[in-house]
């Protein structure tokens, strides 16, 4: 009987694996993207162990391990990288089904709400960018925790050794990306809906997990501050810091909080109806409390908070999914600013979820005559591998990411700059000032006005060069400060031309 048990796992950890495989082939083609120059190409940390102890570009560590591994094997050769994106995402999908049986679920969840979470077309991001490697990777901690965090409740479990390899687990997934921190709170969830009063562990210790709880807190303030975190976002936090003062003005409050709710109901449609996918979006900011993005972000809270009350006494299973997504929601609901309000790396977490409750509630509201709660899981699970494999193809290059980008969002200044960028590493010098000057009458970012100084010189006329250099020193901005500071000393150089 237990060997027939691992069998059956074995069987459903190479049929997830070959269907990732199979659902993502077409990205083994794609040419470096994205964050995966400054990440990856010109990365020392990932060439040599070397380079990773010397840590010259702090980043994520356990992902910068991997990356070591594919820089072995592969050297800078972007196919052979895709090999373990695919892989962890598939071997997410089968932690799922593990989990889900776990959660006392039916085959029919188990298999459904894997074969979601691993078709789902938000999750493109994270599996065909190899730099956000580090949200599949920290979500196999999650899950790989979490499961020994429910072996540790076993009545025949060895408790302690258990919960120790739960929290070594949360602890490396928290080097990846710092949601796992969230664990914690899922776990107690999981104690309140499904575990008797007198067979709790956590909730039965509440000191020590108020002593947990300030270690870690304490534990991540001077990782961040004195390790890997503050360095990591540096460069970042320069741009968030304009948010921050929008955050910290009383006068700004509201309005940033009601960005922030807009945000909430626009990524639940993007969860919910998955289609005009892209690397970035730009939505205008709310009217006021009554602007139906608003009303429908706090009509989302409440059914949630409803839903979540009840379904802890009714329907325990339906109330883990709820609160996992709820939580690993949190850390990028932008309550604390972000670099971005919305992206779908962001829902790479949540989707999991998602891909549970659905198959609950498919099971629950389906009836089974004729095979029903089959064929409409079957027939949600086409159309989303239909479109997975189409939204595969935007992140080929990135002429095809920034072409869906400006279509998706046309007055996006960052996308019509970077799709300007792409057409001018393609030499094509007349299509890149088309979109670099759409950009610049944004007049929003400097960017545009020193990529179009750039392409003027390239095409022999300094004036008009040095009217866009002029302008984009005007600007004056603290995040491409040093790029102005070397734009000043070439154009001395070269030309004899001081610029203020």
Same mark, same amino acid.
């Given at each position: 009987m237990v060997g027939q048990k691992y069998r059956d796992r074995l069987y459903a950890l190479g049929l997830l694996l070959a269907a990732a495989f199979a659902l993502y082939a077409n990205t083994f083609g794609h040419a470096w993207i994205l964050d995966d120059f400054p990440v990856i190409v010109n990365n020392p940390d990932v060439q040599s162990l070397a380079g990773f102890w010397a840590d010259s570009y702090p980043g994520r560590p356990l992902r910068e391990?991997?990356?070591?591994?594919?820089?072995?094997?592969?050297?800078?050769?972007?196919?052979?990288?895709?090999?373990? +994106?695919?892989?962890?995402?598939?071997? +997410?999908?089968?932690?799922?089904?593990l989990l889900a049986d776990r959660l006392g679920c039916s085959r029919f969840v188990a298999w459904s709400a894997a074969l979601l979470f691993l078709v789902h077309p938000v999750q493109v991001e994270v599996v065909?960018?190899?730099?956000?490697?580090?949200?599949?990777?920290?979500?196999?901690?999650?899950?790989?925790?979490?499961?020994?965090?429910?072996?540790?409740?076993?009545?025949?479990?060895?408790?302690?050794?258990?919960?120790?390899?739960?929290?070594?687990?949360?602890?490396?997934?928290?080097?990846a990306k710092q949601n796992a921190v969230m664990l914690p709170l899922l776990w107690l969830?999981?104690?309140?809906?499904?575990?008797?009063?007198?067979?709790?562990?956590?909730?039965?210790?509440?000191?020590?997990?108020?002593?947990?709880?300030?270690t870690a807190t304490l534990g991540f303030l001077g990782w961040y501050l004195l390790g890997g975190g503050m360095p990591l976002h540096r460069q970042a936090m320069v741009g968030v810091m304009a948010k921050m003062t929008v955050y910290l003005n009383p006068d700004n409050v509201a309005p940033y909080f009601?960005?922030?709710?807009?945000?909430?109901?626009?990524?639940?449609?993007?969860?919910?109806?998955?289609?005009?996918l892209a690397p970035e979006y730009v939505y205008p900011a709310p009217s006021g409390w009554f602007d139906p993005w608003v009303l429908g972000a706090l009509?989302?809270?409440g059914i949630y908070g409803m839903l979540l009350w009840r379904a802890r006494r009714l329907w325990p299973p339906f109330f883990f999914a709820l609160l996992w997504i709820g939580l690993f929601w949190?850390?990028?609901?932008?309550?604390?600013?972000?670099?971005?309000?919305?992206?779908?790396?962001?829902?790479?977490?949540?989707?999991?979820?998602?891909?549970?409750?659905?198959?609950l509630v498919v099971e629950r509201w389906c009836p089974p005559k004729n095979?029903?709660?089959?064929?409409?899981?079957?027939?949600?699970?086409?159309?989303?591998?239909?479109?997975?494999?189409?939204? +595969?193809?935007v992140w080929a290059t990135p002429l095809s990411l920034w072409t869906q980008a400006v279509r998706v969002a046309p007055e996006s200044t960052s996308a019509l700059n970077n799709l300007g960028g792409a057409y001018l590493e393609l030499g094509q010098l007349e299509r890149s000032l088309e979109f670099f000057h759409k950009a610049a009458a944004n007049f929003d970012n400097p960017m545009p006005w020193y990529n179009l100084g750039r392409v003027y010189e390239q095409l022999g006329d300094r004036d008009k060069a040095i009217f866009h250099y002029r302008s984009f020193l005007a600007f004056n901005d603290p995040v491409t400060a040093q790029l102005a500071r070397r734009?000043?000393?070439?154009?001395?150089?070269?030309?004899?031309?001081?610029?203020?």
């Open positions: 391990l991997t990356f070591l591994l594919d820089h072995a094997l592969f050297g800078l050769d972007p196919a052979g990288w895709h090999v373990q +994106n695919v892989f962890w995402h598939g071997v +997410n999908a089968f932690l799922l089904f065909a960018n190899i730099s956000h490697r580090k949200d599949s990777l920290a979500l196999a901690c999650i899950l790989l925790a979490t499961l020994a965090y429910l072996r540790a409740l076993r009545p025949e479990a060895r408790t302690l050794p258990w919960l120790a390899v739960a929290l070594s687990l949360a602890l490396v997934g928290w080097t969830g999981y104690e309140l809906a499904f575990v008797d009063r007198k067979n709790r562990l956590l909730l039965r210790q509440p000191k020590c997990l108020v002593a947990g709880a300030i009601l960005m922030v709710l807009k945000s909430l109901t626009f990524m639940v449609g993007k969860l919910l109806w998955p289609l005009a009509a989302i809270l949190l850390p990028t609901a932008n309550l604390w600013p972000l670099s971005y309000f919305a992206a779908d790396r962001y829902l790479y977490t949540p989707t999991l979820g998602l891909a549970l409750m659905t198959a095979y029903l709660p089959a064929q409409v899981m079957a027939m949600g699970l086409l159309a989303c591998c239909l479109l997975t494999w189409q939204q +595969n193809r734009l000043r000393l070439r154009l001395f150089r070269q030309y004899g031309i001081q610029l203020r």
